[in-house]
């Protein structure tokens, strides 16, 4: 239910920059921040068009805050899944695309410093770079080896 809410004022917010109301976009995204905070309704994937929001209502900080908190929330995920094997390869590609999409986003709307920094987690998590999660841990365990 709680999606469906959080779906519906970005669906107002949206109608309402596409009118030009970016100031009554602003405060309908806000809103949904404020009545479904992130420690009562977790962020998931369907929080991505938000982001998104706060950049065309010219709102790049906001923007950037729940950005860099989804980033946190996927890349938790990834850490959670990868090590498990393939049987979880859905989960944690879900977390790569996810920070991927928001590395995206922030090109789109012309945050470099935001684009930077999802980069620099998708390097962390070995996404983009053609290497599955357990080429991931062996690249991370020959450095230990070497100096042993």
């Known amino acids: 239910m709680t999606m469906n809410l959080r779906s519906n004022f970005g669906r ?4 309402l ?4 109301k970016k ?3 602003e405060k309908v995204i806000d ?3 404020k009545v479904m905070p992130r420690d009562q309704v977790p962020y998931n994937f369907f929080m991505l068009q938000f982001p998104d929001y706060y950049y065309k209502v010219d709102e790049q900080e906001k ?8 980033a946190d929330t996927y890349k938790q995920q990834y850490n959670y899944y990868a090590p498990l094997g393939s049987q979880y390869q ?3 590609q879900q977390a790569q695309a996810v920070i991927y999409r928001l ?3 922030a090109d789109r709307n012309g945050d470099d410093e935001m684009k930077q920094e999802m980069s620099n987690i998708m390097s962390s998590i070995g996404a983009g770079m053609g290497r599955t999660p357990q080429q991931q841990q062996q690249q991370q365990r020959a450095p230990q ?3 042993q």
Request: proline content about 0%.
């Open 145 to 147: 080896k070497q100096r």
């Open 63 to 70: 923007a950037r805050e729940i950005m860099r908190k989804l």
């Open 17 to 20: 920059i596409k009118e030009g």
């Open 103 to 105: 590395q995206q986003m």
């Open 90 to 92: 859905r989960k944690y």
């Open 12 to 15: 107002l917010a949206d109608k």
């Open 23 to 25: 100031q009554k976009a």
């Open 31 to 33: 809103t949904a921040m």
